[in-house]
């Protein structure tokens, strides 16, 4: 079992969420966070930390959300590790209040060029 973030964490970026983790298996896109399966020692640290409970374990991860699974394994060997917080976006707390927010994601990384 590994933990998985879901939508709700799109271009809301809180990163609370990276200080707790032991083994930095956090990984930092553009507007949103994954979590590396294969880094992930299924602690629960994290989903405390998470203003948008957007933090689950697999196994209770929502149908709808189900293709998120693959989508953090993915990105998380693209994008690099964020170990320690961040300011969130300036625009954070109103985008908590959106859902369903999948068609923001996107797939660069922080530092990518547009």
Sequence with gaps: MTFVVLDA????KYTDCVDVCPVDAFREGRNMLVIDPGDCIDCALCVPECPVAAIVPEEDVPPDQQDFIVTNATLA????PITRSKPAP???DDWAKVSP???WLDRRGPHDRD
């Design 90 to 92: 300036p625009d954070a």
């Design 101 to 103: 927010k999948r068609q």
């Design 77 to 80: 060997r693209l994008w690099p």
């Design 9 to 12: 964490c799109i271009r809301c």
